[in-house]
């Protein structure tokens, strides 16, 4: 009797181990990080920081682009700017997006 205890304590032991062990591997919802894609017409050189291989010389030139142009008015305007080539701007297209820059008049109306 107490050999057969035992072994079903084993058992419950060891099956909760591989179910912790199962469950830890599967990242649950709460584990998950939503990432907001970064707006390249609003965000500020720290923002463009956070994006994979960009730098603060590229930050700026983003942002000197942005001022220069009016504004972003599609994300692959970002191959525009200097440092920025097609492998770069694929890595990087999911991670962005463009809302378009307000006009004078959009402005005024929103007041």
């Known amino acids: 009797m107490t050999r057969m205890m035992t072994t079903a304590l084993l058992v ?3 099956g ?3 179910a912790a062990a199962q469950s830890s591997s599967r990242p649950s ?8 894609a970064v707006n ?6 720290a923002q463009l920081e956070t994006l994979p291989g960009i730098g603060p010389a590229i930050a700026q030139r983003i942002v000197e682009y942005r001022q220069g142009n009016g504004g972003f008015k ?8 200097r440092g920025i080539g097609e492998t770069s701007f694929l890595k990087l297209k999911a991670l ?16």
């Open 12 to 14: 419950l032991v060891l």
């Open 16 to 18: 909760a181990g591989a």
């Open 29 to 36: 919802p709460a584990n998950q990080m939503v990432v907001e």
């Open 40 to 45: 390249l017409n609003t965000a500020t050189v």
């Open 74 to 81: 599609k994300i692959e305007e970002l191959m525009n700017v």
């Open 96 to 111: 962005v997006t463009v809302t378009p820059p307000r006009t004078d008049r959009a402005a005024a109306q929103g007041q």
